[in-house]
Nanobody
Framework: EVQLVESGGGLVQAGGSLRLSCAASGFTFDGYGLGWFRQAPGKEREGVSCISSVGGRTFYINSVTGRFTISRDNAKNTVYLQMNSLKPEDTAVYYC????????WGQGTQVTVSS
């Protein structure tokens, strides 16, 4: 059974930091691209960042470039999202995804940034 379990969300003041983790099981982790999506209240879900299975190439949307860092630890089957200089507009439920021929989703973790 495929499982993606996020952790690390919470409430933080603007300018603060959080580190999200996503522990994966049930599939060949190092063969999958990994990423993070988020969905704010009343808005569509959007892709935030991703990291490739080979070479560790990374991608970020403009609004988080320079503030967020995605990384993966294939030995621990875990993907991370380090979020610095958080802004109220970063408030959302953050979802971990793993994709090869199919996209798997985690259950999400709430991130709330107060002004």
């Amino acid at each position: 059974e495929v499982q993606l379990v996020e952790s690390g969300g919470g409430l933080v003041q603007a300018g603060g930091s959080l580190r999200l983790s996503c522990a994966a099981s049930g599939f060949t982790f190092d063969g999958y691209g990994l990423g993070w999506f988020r969905q704010a209240p009343g808005k569509e879900r959007e892709g935030v960042s991703c990291i490739s299975s080979v070479g560790g190439r990374t991608f970020y949307i403009n609004s988080v470039t320079g503030r967020f860092t995605i990384s993966r630890d294939n030995a621990k089957n875990t993907v991370y999202l380090q979020m610095n200089s958080l802004k109220p507009e970063d408030t959302a439920v953050y979802y971990c995804v793993a994709e090869y021929k199919y996209r798997y989703w985690g259950q999400g973790t709430q991130v709330t940034v107060s002004s």
